[in-house]
């Protein structure tokens, strides 16, 4: 059963601590992307990866970090230095070719910051 | 720059009657158009979309929409709505000029279905 696979699906981090969301798919895809989702703004994107062991910038990058080592995973460290992190993470892969095709999303992680 | 607007915050239908979700957008080049829905606490499900051809694309679960480049428009349609239809609509637009690879979403449009 293909898809993409995020865990956990809530996640609680206390202050100063640095948190890992999993996101790993079985698409064969080779773009991958994390988007945060605030209530009233859509989805920002935080950091995309086209190919194996590379890795881009989003629009609000600072305080998150990456690693594309497989090509099934796009891990998101969210660190200390992000001060406002509670938000829903969400996780999309997409085939890359000319751009028309669609991206396939995981289920999401909530992340709470208690 | 690479834009996309979703007027409405939220559009209330009753069941049974036509339904419209509007987006614009605004892209340098020519777009590819994309239309998502996401249930609560899930993630988004592809709807349909518009790389070229025929300004009238049709997709999962009976919804439309139709390309217009005059008006840079994208609106989602469907002809009968539905209560399990309530739920959250994003557009999307990619440029192409830029190997379409960077998505630009709209900020949703909250859709509510009364029976």
């Known amino acids: 059963d293909g898809g993409i696979t995020q865990s956990p699906k809530y996640l609680f981090r206390k202050e100063g601590q640095n948190v890992t969301l999993s996101c790993e798919q079985n698409l064969n895809h080779d773009a991958m992307y994390w988007y945060r989702q605030d209530p009233g703004q859509g989805l920002r994107l935080i950091y995309y990866s086209q190919i194996v062991n590379d890795f881009q910038k989003g629009d609000i990058a600072e305080g998150y970090s990456v690693s594309r080592e497989k090509k099934e995973s796009f891990p998101l460290t969210v660190t200390s230095a992000q001060k406002n992190p509670t938000a829903f993470y969400l996780c999309?892969?997409?085939?890359?070719?000319?751009?028309?095709?669609?991206?396939?999303f995981g289920q999401g992680t909530r992340l709470t910051v208690v | 720059a690479q834009s996309v607007a979703q007027p409405e915050d939220q559009v209330n239908v009753a069941e049974g009657n036509p339904l419209t979700v509007k987006c614009t957008y605004s892209?340098?080049?020519?777009?590819?158009l994309f239309w998502y829905v996401q249930y609560p606490n899930r993630g988004l499900q592809f709807l349909l979309k518009?790389?070229?051809?025929?300004?009238l694309v049709k997709g999962s679960y009976g919804f439309e929409a139709e390309f217009n480049k005059s008006q840079t428009s994208f609106h989602l349609k469907k002809p009968s709505a539905l209560v399990s239809d309530s739920a959250l609509y994003f557009c999307a637009v990619r440029d192409k000029r830029d190997g379409g690879f960077k998505t630009i979403f709209g900020a949703g449009t909250r859709l509510f279905v009364k029976a």
């Open positions: 999309a892969s997409r085939a890359e070719g000319l751009g028309n095709t669609e991206a396939f």
């Open positions: 892209v340098s080049g020519n777009p590819y």
């Open positions: 518009y790389i070229t051809g025929d300004n």
